[in-house]
């Protein structure tokens, strides 16, 4: 049987058990053979594709069990808060202000990645600390942990938030002296999140191109997607389907639907357009989303 592919002349990773070898064989898309040079190109034929590595490493495509795509693509387009960036309070407010000055009126500022931890002030930012930087537009700050947002006056006030609003089950809003500090952990979190617009279907489809490109360049060529619907709600399971039907998804996705009690559940709706499978009889159904399977799966429609 002849090799479809085979790389050569390289260290190739084959896992930690099996270690290292010199070349590989492919056949149809799966791994033929691994080997020596010379073990390897015995399997050469006269349409084999053979590619000289030069003495450089190869790995096979990762897995990336758990992520969010989706925000992952959207916070891509964000200020960038973390530690790598900014180390000082005063460098993070000014990279704030800076973006706002490009933002049209009403537009949201929006940044992730801070660790209080190596900032210089050692704690989370206050909400009057996001003031200074920024006052006229509404600003979220979102910790790298994905688990706590700040937000300054002007995001409360948008969002509706006061000193009276009931704290959701399971989340956190940070009260000092009875004074919001505009801190939001955990479910609560939601309450800033969702003030801004939705993005639209096609925002969501260039985020998951940006995403899956990001992706390749680490080596992770499959990811599962473990809350679809985080940022886009059911536009998210539209946004993917477009995004494979037109090339823009390079990645292999294995999605799972986001069923959070604390917000609206699109699961029924993914249920009833016949995407989901192996659901059962409570609302909070958590599905693998039967995408992609078929022609008519990733059709666009106007």
């Given at each position: 049987?002849?090799?479809?592919?085979?790389?050569?002349?390289?260290?190739?990773?084959?896992?930690?058990?099996?270690?290292?070898?010199?070349?590989?064989?492919?056949?149809?898309?799966?791994?033929?053979?691994?080997?020596?040079?010379?073990?390897?190109?015995?399997?050469?034929?006269?349409?084999?594709?053979?590619?000289?590595?030069?003495?450089?490493?190869?790995?096979?495509?990762?897995?990336?069990?758990?992520?969010?795509?989706?925000?992952?693509g959207i916070s891509m387009g964000w200020v960038d808060a973390s530690p790598d960036a900014h180390l000082t309070l005063k460098s993070l407010q000014e990279a704030l202000r800076k973006r706002a000055?490009?933002?049209?009126?009403?537009?949201?500022?929006?940044?992730?990645?801070?660790?209080?931890?190596?900032?210089?002030?050692?704690?989370?930012?206050?909400?009057?600390?996001?003031?200074?930087?920024?006052?006229?537009?509404?600003?979220?700050?979102?910790?790298?942990?994905?688990?706590?947002?700040?937000?300054?006056?002007?995001?409360?006030?948008?969002?509706?938030?006061?000193?009276?609003?009931?704290?959701?089950?399971?989340?956190?809003?940070?009260?000092?002296?009875?004074?919001?500090?505009?801190?939001?952990?955990?479910?609560?979190?939601?309450?800033?999140?969702?003030?801004?617009?939705?993005?639209?279907?096609?925002?969501?489809?260039?985020?998951?191109?940006?995403a899956s490109k990001y992706l390749i360049l680490k080596c992770i060529i499959s990811c599962m997607d473990a809350a679809v619907g985080m940022a886009g709600g059911f536009a998210e399971v539209q946004?993917?389907?477009?995004?494979?039907?037109?090339?823009?998804?390079?990645v292999r996705v294995w999605q799972v639907l986001l069923g959070d009690p604390g917000r609206t559940s699109f699961v029924q709706q993914c249920y009833d357009a016949g995407l989901v499978s192996g659901?059962?009889?409570?609302?909070?159904?958590?599905?693998?989303?039967?995408?992609?399977?078929?022609?008519?799966?990733?059709?666009?429609?106007?």
């Amino acid at each position: 049987m002849a090799a479809d592919t085979i790389l050569h002349n390289g260290t190739i990773w084959r896992g930690y058990n099996e270690g290292t070898c010199q070349a590989v064989a492919i056949w149809q898309g799966r791994i033929l053979a691994t080997g020596t040079d010379e073990a390897m190109l015995a399997l050469r034929g006269p349409q084999t594709r053979v590619l000289d590595l030069g003495g450089q490493f190869a790995t096979p495509g990762l897995n990336d069990n758990h992520l969010h795509l989706m925000p992952l693509g959207i916070s891509m387009g964000w200020v960038d808060a973390s530690p790598d960036a900014h180390l000082t309070l005063k460098s993070l407010q000014e990279a704030l202000r800076k973006r706002a000055a490009e933002r049209p009126e009403g537009g949201w500022v929006t940044a992730r990645g801070y660790d209080q931890v190596k900032l210089d002030i050692e704690r989370h930012p206050d909400r009057n600390e996001l003031d200074e930087a920024v006052a006229d537009l509404p600003v979220v700050l979102v910790r790298a942990c994905g688990h706590v947002t700040l937000g300054n006056s002007k995001a409360l006030e948008l969002a509706g938030v006061d000193e009276s609003t009931r704290v959701p089950f399971g989340g956190v809003i940070e009260k000092v002296n009875g004074r919001l500090t505009g801190l939001f952990a955990e479910n609560a979190q939601g309450l800033l999140r969702d003030a801004p617009l939705r993005p639209t279907v096609e925002e969501l489809v260039s985020a998951a191109e940006r995403a899956s490109k990001y992706l390749i360049l680490k080596c992770i060529i499959s990811c599962m997607d473990a809350a679809v619907g985080m940022a886009g709600g059911f536009a998210e399971v539209q946004a993917y389907h477009f995004a494979k039907h037109d090339g823009r998804l390079p990645v292999r996705v294995w999605q799972v639907l986001l069923g959070d009690p604390g917000r609206t559940s699109f699961v029924q709706q993914c249920y009833d357009a016949g995407l989901v499978s192996g659901v059962g009889d409570d609302m909070l159904r958590v599905g693998a989303v039967k995408i992609f399977l078929d022609g008519s799966a990733g059709r666009r429609t106007a």
